[in-house]
């Protein structure tokens, strides 16, 4: 109603293309693409599914949707497997009656912990279940996979697997908004009900460009291969950062080839202490602590980027390496780690 252009019809057919679905519909808000469209996907007499560290606009989207909920154990294909039997043997509170609907929400990469989902596992008991499955691919879009179309490129899962693929603009593309790609006929349907894209204001065309010239980028349609190479340099300072942290002892959660490498410093306290310790030399780091995660787990979230140089990543590390000394935080043994090598996590 407000603002729609060509250039977003233009960008809707891109993004559905690049992730290979029959069609996408986009919106100006990455939050809000998650909270608003939930509740046009599901609503009374429906079951939602959704892993117990799924991002805080998805429990928005579920809460706002009158839908039932039930939280399966983070990454954990026998407990979702044990929720859905459970759920489908007793049906609807009361009544017994069976579910209008199932959907199992997941994300990409999961971004408080840098992990990605048993995707090929759970794909299966969607199959298994008839339920359907959502996946938020914030973090994953533009950054896994040989060409950066994310979680599904990089487990070898065909996109037609996953019902709902979502995603938003404003971390590998540089931009803002996000959007929702799946059948013709969803898209249809959230075009004609979906509050986020009936009632806000159109994505800026400036920001569609954005985006447009992004996948231009990444595809190599722009006649060069900077896509290409901007992938493969993403995830080899992630993996370079990731096996530098965790040999110098700390502890780290999350995947090879994930760009999130939350660094644990656990103790609420040592927070602040680490943060300003960090910008006093020249780096800036985000810390996240309670409520956005429990109150003994509290991390500083690192993402590598592509544009980083190995001379950033070294000093950034030495800077860590110093810091992480001051306040204690050598939770494992010194000792050389390669690349894929399993590191069991203190906290997971």
């Known amino acids: 109603d407000a603002g ?19 069609a996408a519909i986009v919106f100006g808000m990455g939050f809000a693409t998650n909270s608003a469209v939930i509740p046009a996907l599901v609503g009374r007499g429906c079951l939602v599914i959704s892993d117990a560290l799924n991002h805080a606009s998805i429990v928005a989207g579920v809460r706002g949707s009158g839908a039932k909920v039930a939280v399966f154990a ?51 008991l969607k199959n298994k279940y008839k339920a359907y499955l959502y996946i938020d691919e914030a973090h994953s ?37 996000g959007y929702i790609a799946g059948s013709s006929d969803l898209i249809a349907h959230l075009k004609a009900v979906a509050p986020g894209h009936l ?24 006649g060069s291969d900077r896509g290409a190479r901007k992938l493969a340099s993403l995830r080899d300072n992630a993996n370079y950062l990731r096996r530098r942290l965790l040999a110098m002892g700390a502890n780290v959660l999350g995947d090879w080839d994930s760009p999130v490498a939350p660094l644990m410093v656990f103790q609420p306290g040592k927070l602040a202490a680490f943060s300003r310790a960090c910008l006093e030399r020249g780096v800036a780091v985000v810390v996240v602590g309670f409520p956005a995660t429990p109150l003994l787990t509290a991390r500083a979230r690192l993402c590598a980027s592509a544009a980083h140089t190995r001379a950033d990543l070294d000093y950034a590390l030495a ?13 494992r043994p010194k000792r050389p780690v390669h690349a894929g090598e399993h590191i069991p996590q203190l906290v997971g």
């Open 4 to 22: 729609h252009a060509p250039i977003h019809d233009a960008l809707e057919a891109a993004v559905a293309a690049f992730v290979r679905k029959p």
């Open 74 to 124: 983070h990454n954990d294909v026998d407990d979702l497997e044990a929720v859905l039997r459970r759920a489908i043997a007793h049906g609807q509170p009361r009544t017994r009656r069976p579910w209008r609907k199932v959907i199992i929400i997941i994300e990409g990469v999961y971004s408080m912990e840098g992990e990605m989902p048993p995707l090929p596992e759970i794909v299966a």
């Open 141 to 177: 879009i533009g950054a896994l996979g040989g060409s950066g179309r994310g979680v599904c490129e990089h487990f070898g899962v065909d996109p037609a697997q996953v019902d709902i693929l979502m995603g938003t603009f404003t971390k590998a593309f540089g931009a803002a908004g």
């Open 199 to 222: 009632q806000a204001i159109a994505m800026a065309p400036p920001v569609a460009e954005q985006v447009l010239a992004a996948l231009d980028l990444l595809t190599g349609a722009d």
């Open 319 to 331: 800077v860590f390496e110093e810091v992480m000394g001051l306040c204690r935080l050598h939770y």
